[in-house]
């Protein structure tokens, strides 16, 4: 049964950064694209980057180019998603998803392609 779970959310200010984890297991952790998606209070889910299974490719939300960065490590079954800048509006519980068909990347921001879903990490950003 593939399993994900978050981690390294927390309190952290305007300006600030952050690391968040996602522990992978239950199937080859290296033959699957990733992503991060978030949703904030009141809001849908949002896209937030995604990435190839062996990293090679990634895409992230328009918004977020140049402050996030998705990267995984297949060795240690690990996906990450390092939050620099951040600013209030990031505040969210973000979630880590995969796919059930391997070896299949796609740049779409879509969740409905994504099966498993991480149970998501508290991310607040005070101004």
């Known amino acids: 049964q593939v399993q994900l779970v978050e981690s390294g959310g927390g309190l952290v200010q305007a300006g600030g950064s952050l690391r968040l984890s996602c522990a992978a297991s239950?199937?080859?952790?290296?033959?699957?694209?990733m992503g991060w998606f978030r949703q904030a209070p009141g809001k849908e889910r949002e896209f937030v980057a995604a990435?190839?299974?062996?990293?090679?490719?990634?895409h992230y939300a328009d918004s977020l180019k140049g402050r996030f960065t998705i990267s995984r490590d297949n060795t240690k079954n690990t996906l990450y998603l390092q939050m620099n800048s951040l600013k209030p509006e990031d505040t969210a519980v973000y979630y880590c998803?995969?796919?059930?068909?391997?070896?299949?990347?796609?740049?779409?921001?879509?969740?409905?392609?994504?099966?498993?879903w991480g149970q998501g990490t508290q991310v607040t950003v005070s101004s």
């Open positions: 990435i190839s299974w062996s990293g090679r490719r990634t």
């Open positions: 998803a995969t796919r059930s068909q391997s070896y299949y990347y796609t740049d779409s921001h879509a969740d409905a392609g994504y099966t498993y």
């Open positions: 239950g199937r080859t952790f290296s033959s699957y694209s």
